[in-house]
């Protein structure tokens, strides 16, 4: 298991077997469960969408906890915290080929997908059905068999760009806080982190409300052909990334609060600001992609 010399930690620390990964798991089977039933038609999906997230959030809580515990009474050497920095390195990796495949999906759609179906080869089958992006136009079907409801489309103004100054306000608040850590100024460090929880709090509630216009008021849905269905995936699953991102900033805050961490050991910190960057960075790669282009 572990060598443990008195006054020291132990060379490789490993923790007792622990209930919180499958516990998770359940929590996150009835996230994707409720959510897909929810958007299919089927009105329980938003309750177990809510347990499955109240669940998942109850088990980070406990989850956090025992680390925290860990860390705090000096179990974790030199070598957890080289396996902590591949592991966080390996997780953003893994987020990139992730929000990859989906940038991808946008790119392939736009180029070859929507442009193959309206060419001359295709007319005769659908002449109604126009090659431009965003799939829908004035006066024509918004997909080659008409299967799709119209829909109107959403811009960058002005709900996506405050959003981007939220967020991108957020990444400078998130490093001040951590520059202000590394001179000792916890005070400071901790004012600053809290600030960079509420902007990421008021990403999501924008985010909300701006989805719930496009399903009401312009009928833009998940389901509006490949226009609406890459507008929600990437966004969405962007928006699902901020607010695992936020929660883990504010349980690092509360640590923070509560005298934990210090110039020379705080990856914990350090590890959600690399993530919080780089949801900053997909965010950027959206805006322009998704809102303007």
């Avoid at 179990?75 to 915290?81: A, C, H, M, N, Y």
């Avoid at 987020?95 to 080869?121: C, I, N, Y």
């Avoid at 705080?266 to 960075?281: K, N, S, T």
Wanted: hydrophobic letters at 50%; glycine letters at 10%; aromatic letters at 20%.
């Amino acid at each position: 298991m572990s060598a443990t010399t008195p006054g020291t930690a132990p060379y490789y620390f490993v923790p007792e077997p622990s209930r919180h990964p499958i516990m998770a798991a359940f929590g996150l089977f009835w996230v994707i469960l409720g959510a897909a039933t929810w958007m299919n038609g089927y009105g329980w999906g938003q309750w177990a969408l809510l347990f499955g997230i109240v669940w998942w959030l109850w088990v980070l809580c406990h989850w956090f906890r025992d680390t925290t515990r860990e860390s705090e009474a000096g179990l974790f050497s030199r070598k957890i915290d080289v396996s902590y920095r591949w592991g966080r390195s390996w997780l953003i990796f893994s987020e990139v080929m992730f929000f990859g495949a989906f940038f991808t999906a946008l790119w392939w759609g736009r180029v070859h997908s929507v442009p193959e179906l309206g060419d001359l080869q295709h007319a005769i089958l659908w002449p109604d059905f126009k090659s431009v992006w965003p799939s829908v136009a004035a006066g024509a079907k918004a997909s080659p068999g008409g299967i799709v409801e119209p829909f109107r489309t959403v811009g960058p103004f002005w709900l996506p760009t405050i959003n981007t100054a939220l967020l991108l306000s957020s990444g400078v608040t998130l490093t001040i806080a951590h520059h202000a850590l590394l001179a000792s100024r916890r005070s400071k460090a901790v004012g600053f982190m809290w600030v960079t929880v509420l902007l990421g709090f008021a990403f999501l509630c924008i985010q909300g409300y701006e989805y719930h216009h496009l399903y009401t008021e312009l009928n833009l849905r998940l389901d509006s052909g490949i226009y609406g269905s890459t507008f929600f995936m990437l966004p969405g699953f962007h928006g699902f990334h901020v607010f695992v991102g936020m929660v883990t900033l504010f349980f690092i805050t509360l640590r923070l609060q509560a005298g934990n961490f210090t110039p020379k050991h705080h990856f914990g910190l350090e590890g959600a600001a690399w993530y919080w960057h780089f949801v900053d960075v997909v965010w950027l790669g959206l805006y322009i992609l998704v809102y303007w282009m």
